[in-house]
């Protein structure tokens, strides 16, 4: 079993005894508990069980940082405290046609007692991360705007039936409804079938019942941001060209004739 996964638990319990005034007990403890077999296992013969860890004083000295004194030590105040059972100097029983219980000889076996206390688990669920407050605050702005958008599908459905029973004339329906959006839009809506009735009677009159007129009049409406509709304008003429003007004729000067009128006058 790998020993580097999974986690163990410690109660806080455990600094009400002798251990709470010797860190190199605790340290030998943790050590002990982190190694420890989580399943059952043969090492050179000899049966390691679950919450068993085989060791030895000076291997637990070199991985606690502690003199093998101050390994006993601790070890003691473990069975004091009813921490952990030590069995000492275990020599391996010899497997068939080898001498593998030399190499076993003057190792250690810790039982640590009430280990599934301190034991975790590999396949313990992970807490799921808590949401932070911007991620719920997109959280609720995406319900409302699904919600909106709900609402505002539910709102056309309506609309489009109240423009059924009010409007008579099939070709003014889509141009009834363009003109109703519109209206929503400039924050202008309207609130019931009255106001919609009277609209509708308006545009009738103002295009004589032709769809295409009444078209003209609600686009020129709303091009020019309008809250309500208006006649059409009329096409203004065509600017007159300026009229040349005729020019007078001057009779050419006739120096002879001119001489014979004046001595005529004389005479």
Not at 44 to 57: A, E, K, L, N, Y
Not at 63 to 80: D, F, P
Request: proline share 6%; charged share 25%.
């Amino acid at each position: 079993m790998n020993t580097e996964t999974g986690y163990i638990r410690l109660p806080r319990c455990i600094l009400d005894g002798e251990i709470a005034g010797k860190p190199q007990a605790l340290a030998v403890f943790v050590h002990i508990l982190v190694r420890a077999n989580r399943e059952p296992k043969t090492w050179h013969g000899v049966r390691i069980d679950r919450g068993q860890f085989m060791t030895s004083r000076r291997s637990l000295s070199k991985s606690c940082g502690l003199s093998e004194h101050q390994v006993r030590t601790a070890l003691q105040i473990l069975v004091r405290e009813g921490l952990a059972q030590v069995i000492a100097q275990v020599r391996a029983h010899p497997n068939e046609g080898g001498a593998s219980h030399i190499a076993a000889q003057g190792y250690t076996i810790v039982t640590i007692c009430n280990f599934d206390r301190y034991n975790g688990t590999t396949d313990a669920p992970r807490p799921s991360p808590r949401p932070s407050q911007n991620a719920a605050a997109d959280q609720v702005s995406t319900q409302k705007v699904a919600t909106t958008k709900e609402k505002r599908s539910i709102s056309k459905d309506i609309e489009s039936s109240i423009v059924e029973s009010i409007v008579d004339i099939p070709e003014f329906r889509p141009i009834v409804l363009d003109w109703m959006e519109y209206k929503r839009e400039r924050g202008q809506a309207y609130k019931g079938q009255k106001g919609l009735s009277q609209f509708y009677n308006r545009l009738r009159e103002l295009s004589g019942g032709d769809p295409d007129t009444a078209r003209r009049i609600v686009s020129e409406a709303m091009a020019a941001n309008y809250a309500t509709i208006y006649p059409l304008k009329a096409p203004r003429p065509a600017a007159a060209s300026p009229t040349t003007r005729a020019r007078t004729e001057i009779p050419e000067y006739e120096q002879n004739k001119f001489k014979d009128n004046y001595k005529s006058t004389l005479l």
